[in-house]
């Protein structure tokens, strides 16, 4: 599977995407593989709109499942990223080169937030490698911007400890 061509076709398909997940943090610097891929949309698209673009929408267990025309899982954010609202997240993003397309990937600020706030074991791993190899490069103002208080406190004191 190569998720760079993923992307490049999903931001052709979508247009305004901001992708935010494990594939963001690949391109920031982790090692970490994934089977899926998280996007932010800045206007969601209707069941019928995915459909068309030949991607597959479907229930499993309750939950909504999308699919790319070739089988990769999709995650879609169109409200906030872990608390940040979209249009920071859109806002905030870097552009990179990827398969011969120019996408948009979660700044880093933002995805150490996500990571940290979603805590579970695999954004745990991110969110430390993240900071030992980018923990210099973070720009606090912009991350005091998106968050508050405890959080903040909490991403310094792991990026001192780790970078």
């Not at 247009?15 to 949309?41: E, M, P």
Request: proline share 3%; glycine share 6%.
């Amino acid at each position: 599977m190569n998720l760079d061509r993923q992307a490049a076709q999903i931001a052709k398909d979508f247009k305004q995407v901001v992708f935010i997940g494990a594939y963001a943090a690949t391109l920031h610097g982790t090692t970490r593989s994934t089977r899926d891929i998280d996007i932010a949309l800045a206007t969601p698209k209707t069941d019928e709109a995915l459909g068309k673009l030949g991607y597959q929408v479907y229930q499993e267990r309750g939950k909504k499942i999308v699919r790319t025309p070739d089988g990769i899982k999709l995650d879609i954010f169109t409200k906030d990223v872990s608390g940040i609202p979209i249009r920071e997240i859109f806002a905030t993003a870097q552009t990179v080169q990827r398969a011969g397309a120019t996408i948009k990937i979660i700044c880093l600020e933002a995805l150490l937030l996500a990571k940290l706030r979603a805590g579970r074991p695999q954004d745990n791993d991110d969110l430390k490698q993240l900071c030992k190899r980018r923990g210099r490069d973070i720009r606090w103002d912009l991350v005091e911007s998106m968050a508050q208080g405890p959080i903040v406190v909490q991403l310094r004191q792991l990026v001192t400890a780790l970078a």
